[in-house]
């Protein structure tokens, strides 16, 4: 597949956002005071708490005075900056059972939660769990989370409790990587439309390969819709695993670029999520990533709840940005666990 410069996608002007012109604030909204009563009381609702959460429908938790709250949200994450950050959930008034009705009410209106990992969770809880699992997938240990985004349309994680030291939040605007790469090196940023395959990291089903077959393009265009899907542990894995897989000299001056860039203060966000703040991210838009993070053995340990969500109507995609069978998400297999022992150094 080659590329030249005309035929790089677009992204719209409300897309684009820089930190150095658009403040944090910018981005933060609140929860209406006063307007939770009704999805509150739905969760406290005997039938409602009886049932698993992940099987209420929007029927069982109906938003009443968030409805133009949670539909602006949604327009502000599908059709301008992809990211914001949402306060006022009443953690500390709430059970943990029922703050997790609260969530899953307004996710579903966002889009359809799917399966985060191969245990099939579609409400996740992050957490560190190392202790029992020491090669515990990302979401599951304490360690840096390098800039990356995740197999389905919408990411969401509500802050329960946070960590005593780190934990910081970095969100990046992929669409002005793009923009500036664009711009000042079209020959690295055709590398990345070129893109890498990835490994699984034994979150394939039986059968399935733990490679991709094909590359999956960091950029991509699709009905005029620029895209991006960026996780460098598994590229770099997959030719760490496979001696055939090469990234050529310039591929890597690509990615240098693209993480430098991902990492320049002018193209992102960063903050620490609090009790009671929910941050919002369109995948194929905006970048995350984590500092690490410790507990102190006195406090309660450091505790997020997230959904994946797909969205509709669906972003046009070209079919080899996908990574998993049966995307989005990932394929739920019965008797696994989210955990790889990894060769490369970079989460």
């Known amino acids: ?44 609702r005997t039938e409602a708490a009886r049932q698993p959460v992940e099987s209420l429908s929007e029927r069982d938790l109906p938003l009443g005075g968030l409805e133009d709250t949670i539909a602006e949200l949604r ?9 914001a950050i949402l306060d006022g959930f009443p953690v500390e008034e709430l059970s943990t059972h029922e703050i997790e009705r609260v969530f899953w009410g ?6 359809t939660p799917v399966s985060q990992s191969v245990m099939g969770e579609r409400l996740g809880h992050v957490r560190d769990v190392t202790a029992v699992d020491p090669n515990a997938r990302a979401y599951r240990n304490n360690s840096e989370l390098t800039p990356h985004s995740d197999p389905a349309d919408v990411l969401t994680f ?26 000042d090196r079209p020959d690295l940023l055709e590398r990345l439309y070129r893109g890498f395959r990835y490994h699984r ?15 999956l393009p960091v950029f991509s265009t699709c009905e005029g819709f620029t895209s991006c899907r960026y ?59 984590r500092s690490g993070f ?5 406090l309660p340990p450091r505790h997020l709840l997230r959904l994946w969500l797909s969205a509709e109507p669906k972003r046009p995609i070209r079919p080899e940005v996908l990574h998993y069978d049966g995307e989005p998400g990932i394929p739920p297999i019965e008797g696994r666990t989210p955990s790889f022992d990894y060769t490369v150094d970079v989460q």
């Open 106 to 111: 307004i996710g579903l209106r966002l889009g």
């Open 231 to 289: 996780v460098r542990v598994y590229f770099e894995e997959a030719a760490a695993a496979d001696p055939s897989i090469e990234i050529t000299e310039l591929d890597r001056e690509a990615i240098e670029m693209f993480e430098a860039l991902a990492a320049d203060p002018a193209l992102h966000h960063e903050f620490t999520l609090q009790s009671g703040e929910a941050v919002f991210a369109n995948n194929f838009t905006v970048l995350h990533a």
């Open 201 to 215: 990291l034994g979150e394939n089903r039986p059968g399935s390969p733990d490679i991709t077959e094909h590359r």
């Open 75 to 83: 327009a502000e994450l599908i059709e301008r900056s992809g990211f």
């Open 158 to 183: 509500l802050c329960l409790q946070p960590a005593a030291i780190g934990g910081v939040s970095r969100f990046v605007n992929s669409m002005s990587i793009h923009d500036v790469m664009k711009a």
């Open 294 to 298: 410790e507990n102190d053995p006195a």
């Open 1 to 44: 597949m080659s590329h030249t410069q005309t035929e790089f996608g677009t992204p719209p002007p409300e897309s684009l956002w820089h930190s150095a012109e658009t403040d944090l604030a910018a981005f933060r909204r609140s929860l209406p005071s006063g307007e939770l009563g009704s999805l509150v009381d739905a969760a406290r």
